[in-house]
């Protein structure tokens, strides 16, 4: 009976050391300057970048290509971003919500479907869509960290 008891403070113990010791590890150190990441100072994380394949005519889809270097092996990750741009949301195109799936391959996509013109101006012009990538949990955000497309009549 003593040995059972022992056994189990011995191993509630060993538990609260290692706790312990992976709460320093996230806690400690300083972070790294570039590229952006948030996480143990000393892990590698697979960086993060991005770019627009090309602009895109209204009422067709345009695309923005993520990409992590290493691949993300056995293992998906979410990517935040921000948008800005002189296209408006819901208007010009369908809202885009962060964050975005990057799979195993080292790839994701962010499909940005465009909407016909309300405005129905005389003057036609073309709108621009901007993705920021953010820091996250995982990965490191490297360059370029952001890509535009216009959104042409």
């Given at each position: ?8 403070i011995l ?93 195993q391959s ?10 016909p013109d ?36």
């Amino acid at each position: 009976m003593k040995t059972k008891i022992i056994s189990k403070i011995l191993l509630t113990l060993a538990l609260v050391f290692v706790l312990g010791s992976a709460i320093t590890h996230v806690h400690g150190g300083t972070q790294a300057s570039s590229p952006s990441s948030i996480g143990p100072p000393d892990q590698q994380f697979p960086v993060v970048t991005i770019h627009s394949t090309d602009n895109v005519t209204r009422g067709k889809i345009g695309t923005f290509v993520l990409s992590a270097t290493p691949k993300i092996l056995l293992a998906t990750t979410f990517v935040n971003f921000s948008v800005s741009g002189t296209a408006i949301p819901g208007v010009d195109y369908t809202v885009l919500v962060s964050p975005a799936f990057i799979g195993q391959s080292g790839f994701g996509v962010l499909l940005v479907k465009t909407l016909p013109d309300p405005r129905a101006s005389f003057f036609r012009q073309a709108y621009s869509v901007v993705i920021t990538l953010e820091p996250g949990l995982g990965y490191a955000v490297g360059e370029p960290s952001s890509a535009q497309m216009f959104i042409k009549p």
